[in-house]
């Protein structure tokens, strides 16, 4: 028999591309720039994410925005995902402190079992149009300042988001 708490326990796992796949992209420095620019001063890697805004409501664009989140601890409480139908959305922290990434495939229109990341400094992550994820969530840092990020998503008319608040939370560990 399971007992009831580990089967809503999920541990955490580094964030690397092969493994946010399903869900977008991982934003990082690549080893070699793409090419170089500015006088051959500035390697530019180039065309990191997958940028996705619908047609549906014709009048979306990009827009960027600076989020100020509350920095959280492990164990977290997992209560409620979020996904945004109309665009994708990515997160670019401010900071080298890492965040929390939480995710989960789409079970007809719900959220299936989460799963969840752990960023290394310097990456950033881009949701996918239609992915169920958790809020954002930067952890507690005794050396940096850790709830800046800059993000990038669909500003425009229409409903871009859909919220599923779990009856029981879910308990996401080291």
Request: glycine share 8%; hydrophobic share 40%; proline share 9%.
């Amino acid at each position: 028999m399971i007992d009831p708490l580990e089967a809503r326990t999920i541990s955490v796992q580094p964030l690397t591309q092969e493994a946010f796949v399903p869900f977008g992209d991982v934003i990082e420095l690549c080893k070699a720039p793409d090419f170089l620019i500015n006088q051959e001063l500035c390697g530019r890697h180039h065309d990191l994410a997958q940028l996705d805004f619908s047609p549906q409501m014709g009048n979306g664009r990009a827009g960027i925005s600076l989020f100020d989140a509350v920095p959280r601890r492990l164990p977290y409480q997992l209560e409620m995902m979020e996904r945004h139908p109309l665009g994708s959305q990515a997160f670019l922290p401010l900071h080298e402190a890492p965040f929390l990434i939480i995710t989960a495939k789409d079970n007809d229109g719900y959220p299936a079992r989460p799963q969840a990341f752990v960023s290394a400094p310097g990456q950033g992550i881009n949701f996918h149009r239609n992915v169920w994820h958790g809020v954002l969530t930067p952890l507690q840092s005794d050396q940096h300042r850790c709830g800046l990020f800059a993000v990038i998503d669909r500003i425009g008319e229409g409903n871009n988001l859909q919220e599923v608040w779990f009856q029981e939370p879910y308990l996401i560990i080291q």
